[in-house]
């Protein structure tokens, strides 16, 4: 369904009848659009009535915390489960059929972003950045339920009621009295966040023009800029500033409130706001150093860097090992969208990125599987210039039943694997501070698993170009081996590089 054939139908919902049949219309067209119509399966009554009550908290939404870039951690709270998770994804399909954010909203909204927001306080002398404490559990599942019945939503009130019930969780706080408020990280809050806030952006623009200052507001991070200074702490637009803010129910963050003058670095949502958007040279320097190990050391190498910053990044909210190609795209893309296509930065590191790709896929270097031999390298060379030890195992049938269950093995269960366990061997080392595991070629003798002299160890990428390491005899290998690295002139070369 269309947006104006979902806009329609949201006015001819009296019951939670009609929109139980409007989400799975919503869901069987998605599905039917992608070939996928044979494996729809329709929300029932039952769902929609055990979902929509948030005393059922812990069948519906999870918690975890993510580092904050100021320190300390945020609690995210998601939906446990896939169908809740679409359940939730189809409601906001129907509130962006019927709901567009003030002008002044630049999260959450589709043709806004960081970017633009940091384009409308550019070049200007002050730019000041406050935000809002607290923002989505300040936001009570009652404001929700009649900000629902209010323009242009017009929910009747027995549809706002299962709605708000969806969108919103129970939550105890500290001296514990329960409340419902808005999860931090389920598909319908960040639309929500905007809807409540329209008053706060009309009033808060009110207060920028009386004051002749441009505002913008990202999620919960508010800004104000101006060629001229009117931020002084004990000034009229401070003080009228928390006022607004206090009376539309949420909190300014003070220990996040900062004026950034003309001459010092300038940041808005992490973009440097000057005559032009750009970003850090630490940002840029970063995509650098990896495409220069990369493209001089191999990607082993690269990836070693790479990968325990990445974990301390990241790895607190992204599972796995990550695909260090996709991240220098996305890393990549950013740049593009913020610097822009034609900027010679990012044209140079995008040639010398696309140029390192293209060894990925190297025909020469690609088996009649589609197995790419990316790199190749002697084990013994690859533990010494990774500082690591290769590692073969097999796996036996308690190991197997320990490692697949959460339960103790009883004695028939324990015989009837050991009888039909068929054994697995794999590859175990240390790259990037972390553990990583390889795949063992099967042609590999057992007899020659300990006679390291005889093997190599290969960074390849199957037909879809998923990323695994390859252990095998070097004499099995179809593809020329890497050239032997000087490993006094690496380990030098990355000391100067990286500090």
């Known amino acids: 369904m269309d947006k104006n054939s979902i806009s329609k139908a949201t006015q001819q919902l009296e019951t939670k009848e009609d929109l139980l049949r409007l989400l799975n219309q919503i869901k069987q067209d998605e599905m039917t659009e992608y070939g996928m119509s044979d494996k729809f399966y329709p929300f029932t009554m039952k769902h929609l009535n055990y979902y929509c009550n948030p005393n059922n908290s812990f069948h519906r939404y999870k918690q975890f915390k993510i580092k904050k870039k100021s320190g300390g951690f945020r609690l995210i709270t998601a939906p446990r489960n896939q169908s809740f998770m679409l359940l939730l994804r189809y409601v906001n399909e129907v509130f962006k059929a019927v709901y567009t954010p003030s002008d002044y909203a630049m999260g959450f909204t589709e043709g806004r972003s960081v970017v633009t927001n940091a384009n409308k306080h550019k070049g200007h002398n002050y730019v000041f950045n406050t935000d809002l404490k607290d923002f989505f559990p300040s936001i009570h599942q009652a404001r929700v339920w009649k900000r629902l019945q209010l323009k242009p939503l017009l929910f009747k009130q027995s549809i706002a009621n299962i709605l708000a019930g969806l969108c919103s969780m129970k939550e105890k706080t500290e001296d514990g009295n329960i409340k419902f408020v808005l999860p931090q990280g389920a598909p319908t809050s960040p639309i929500i ?53 206090e009376s539309q129910g949420f909190t300014m963050n003070e220990a996040k409130t900062r004026l950034q003058k003309f001459g010092s670095r300038q940041e808005v949502t992490g973009i440097i706001v000057s005559d032009k958007l750009n970003v850090s040279q630490k940002y840029v320097r970063d995509i650098r150093n990896i495409l220069y190990i990369w493209h001089k050391y191999g990607y082993d190498t690269a ?9 301390e990044a990241k790895g607190h909210v992204k599972k796995g090992n990550p695909d260090m190609v996709n991240v220098l795209d996305g890393k990549l893309m950013y740049l593009k969208m913020v610097k822009g296509e034609d900027d010679s930065v990012y044209k140079r590191l995008r040639s010398q990125f ?11 270097k690609t088996t009649l599987q589609g197995i790419t031999y990316v790199e190749t390298l002697p084990v013994l060379e690859f533990e010494k210039k990774n500082n690591t030890t290769i590692t073969i195992v097999t796996t036996k049938p308690k190991e197997f039943y320990t490692e ?30 972390r553990m990583q595991k390889a795949s063992v070629n099967k042609s590999l003798k057992k007899e020659d698993e300990d006679r390291k002299e005889l093997l190599s160890i290969s960074n390849c990428r199957d037909a879809k170009g998923k990323l695994f ?31």
């Open 354 to 364: 696309d140029a390192l790709c293209n060894s990925l896929h190297d025909d020469t």
């Open 404 to 433: 697949h269950t959460s339960q103790e093995a009883t004695e028939d269960t324990q015989k009837s694997i050991s009888e039909n366990f068929i054994p697995h061997r794999y590859v175990s080392f240390k790259l990037g501070g």
């Open 303 to 311: 990836f070693n860097k790479f990968f325990p910053k990445y974990k």
């Open 193 to 245: 966040t905007n809807m409540i806030c329209d008053n706060l952006d009309r009033r808060l623009a009110g207060l920028a023009k009386r004051f002749s200052v441009v505002y913008s507001r990202y999620a919960d991070d508010i800004t104000f800029s101006s060629m001229h200074n009117v931020y002084q702490t004990s000034g009229e637009f401070r003080k009228e500033l928390k006022r607004i803010i």
């Open 469 to 499: 390491w390859l252990v095998h005899r070097s004499d099995k290998v179809t593809v020329s081996p890497a050239q032997p690295v000087d490993i006094d002139e690496l380990n030098d070369d990355l000391d100067k590089l990286l500090n």
